[in-house]
């Protein structure tokens, strides 16, 4: 089960942290990070945690966005902060994990509206 939250208005150049409970059986090696869909725009991926660990960040988010997270007992406190923000970042922020094992098997937060006013 994934529960975002912390999504609002904010002017552009301003930061905003958005975060998400992810509880359930979920492994170190699960590839758990944020996605986005902007209005008329396909689901893109903006962070993510790879299944040894390492992060990797996509097209503009490099830079000005930091994911993390925090383990506590059977969840995980996934956080996106996000900087100098644009209007163009303007979108639902959708936190998901892949439990899959021999192919992908992803399960989604509701999505947190992020708006950044110009």
């Known amino acids: 089960q994934l529960q975002a939250s912390g999504g609002g208005l904010v002017q552009s150049g301003g930061s905003l942290r958005i975060s998400c409970t992810v509880s359930?059986?979920?492994?170190?090696?699960?590839?758990m990070g944020w996605y986005r869909q902007a209005p008329g725009k396909q689901r893109e991926r903006v962070a993510i945690f790879n299944p040894d660990g390492s992060i990797a960040y996509y097209g503009s988010a490099k830079g000005r966005f930091t994911i993390s997270r925090v383990y506590a007992e059977n969840t995980v406190n996934l956080h996106l902060q996000m900087t100098n923000l644009k209007p163009e970042d303007t979108a639902v922020y959708f936190c998901n994990v892949d439990t899959g094992v021999s192919g992908p098997n992803h399960y989604w937060g509701q999505g947190t509206l992020v708006t950044v006013s110009s």
């Open positions: 359930g059986t979920i492994r170190s090696f699960n590839p």
